[in-house]
């Protein structure tokens, strides 16, 4: 039992034994048909706050020689599964937090170094027949050299693969993390060591750099999950039965959190699903684990017809979007469709994989973007209706017919002219 080589279950156990658990091992029973196959490699990404971690967890602790996890999965529905016995703490994992590597050195050009010396350390101490493991050696190599001694087969998993992306390092590290990918998932010598690869992160492989590196990789997105889609966040019949046990309102819960719709699933925000039940509170948590400044650091570049797509989507309408002309980089930023499609990724916008539009999926989120236009000046007019439509609406249910009258004239001129002003059509238009 290591800290990346052979993890013990403790993670994934504080996970089970929190007060809400929802049992997504039937993952495992997906990765399973996928071990040791040519679908072995796959890269899951999906916002924050969708279970990542959590799911890496599980896979580490189900597959990991360093722990018996038989009771810990015995009441969940992978314990039913025919393959549970047969691949249950039956590989070499090797579990890599990247963003955990990335915030915790501050030599960031040591990085790879360093995490590639420390799992070096814990192999040679679990193999200790496997004596020719040299100081040159990469992680790779190390890996081929047990297997062609053992026969041992290793799962890897590393979650926040993406990080490197997203901190915009600079190109000799990034360059060496290219040749560190490559080693462990492009090499045919190495290939049946490898018994499954399962990368997490945010955004999608990096179609410019990246990609060659990784492209026999399967991709699961926020976008498209195809067979993984039920367990990228709670569905929606998760959150009904979690709403009746606890006393929660479903149909409120759902416009606050639902939205990331796709093949046939509703698809929630976990974590704010999982505060509500625990506050008894519909609110907005979104912020409390990322800022608005996401949104509002691209809608700042104005590409052309940007402005006009997000008052739609204030609106409540679906836009089209151009899924396919953004590299998943922070840097390639160049028509309005890249930046919707990077939002999309990140969880402030929900794509629509069959119209292909996207929309603003929920009343949480859309309160992000009502705090994008309040601060910017640009959307100063879409605020100011916003603003106006929120007293409208308050003066509405009070029974303030006076105030309401008023508003409805003042939207009413601003719509029509002198010769429409008593149109039947410029009315409901004002309205």
Not at 52 to 80: E, H, V, W
Not at 97 to 123: A, G, H, M, P, V
Request: glycine fraction near 6%.
């Amino acid at each position: 039992m290591g800290i990346y080589l052979n993890p013990n279950n403790e993670n994934f156990k504080e996970d089970v034994n929190a007060d809400l658990y929802v049992d997504k091992t039937g993952l495992l029973s997906v990765m399973n048909q996928f071990i040791e196959r040519g679908n072995k490699y796959v890269c899951i990404s999906r916002p924050r706050r969708f279970g990542k971690t959590m799911a890496g967890n599980m896979l580490a602790a189900y597959y990991s020689k360093g722990c018996d996890s038989r009771q810990l999965f015995g009441p969940f529905k992978i314990a039913r599964d025919g393959s549970f016995e047969e691949k249950l703490n039956k590989y070499n994992v090797i579990k890599i937090d990247l963003n955990y590597e990335y915030q915790s050195i501050d030599d960031k050009s040591s990085i790879l170094k360093t995490l590639t010396n420390d799992i070096k350390q814990e192999l040679t101490e679990t193999f200790p027949e496997i004596s020719h493991i040299s100081k040159e050696d990469s992680l790779a190599r190390s890996i081929m050299k047990i297997y062609s001694k053992t026969g041992e087969k290793f799962i890897i998993i590393i979650d926040e693969y993406d990080v490197f992306v997203r901190e915009r390092i600079e190109t000799k590290l990034f360059d060496e993390y290219l040749s560190f990918l490559n080693g462990l998932f492009k090499s045919d010598t190495l290939r049946p060591a490898i018994a499954l690869a399962y990368l997490t992160g945010i955004l999608p492989v990096v179609r410019d750099k990246i990609q060659p590196k990784l492209n026999n990789f399967q991709e699961y997105t926020i976008m498209d999950a195809r067979e993984l889609a039920e367990f990228v966040g709670f569905t929606g019949e998760e959150v009904k039965e979690l709403c009746e046990n606890n006393g929660l309102e479903y149909e409120e819960c759902r416009r606050w959190y639902d939205g990331y719709r796709q093949h046939g699933f509703e698809i929630y925000n976990p974590k704010s699903v999982v505060e509500a039940v625990h506050t008894g509170r519909f609110s907005s948590y979104w912020s409390m684990t990322s800022t608005y400044e996401a949104i509002a650091e691209r809608i700042r570049q104005n590409f052309a017809g940007t402005k006009e797509a997000v008052i739609r989507m204030l609106a409540g309408e679906e836009i089209e979007v151009n899924i396919t002309t953004y590299m998943n980089t922070m840097d390639s930023f160049v028509i309005k469709d890249d930046l919707f499609t990077y939002l999309v990724h990140l969880g402030y916008l929900a794509y629509n994989l069959e119209a292909g539009t996207c929309r603003i999926p929920n009343k949480e989120i859309m309160q992000e973007w009502f705090n994008v236009v309040a601060a910017d000046p640009d959307y100063s007019v879409t605020d100011g209706i916003i603003k106006a439509s929120r007293e409208l609406l308050e003066k509405t249910i009070s029974g303030d017919e006076q105030a309401v009258a008023k508003a409805l004239d003042v939207s009413h001129i601003h719509v029509t002219s002198n010769r429409s002003y008593n149109n039947e059509d410029a009315l409901q238009s004002a309205i």
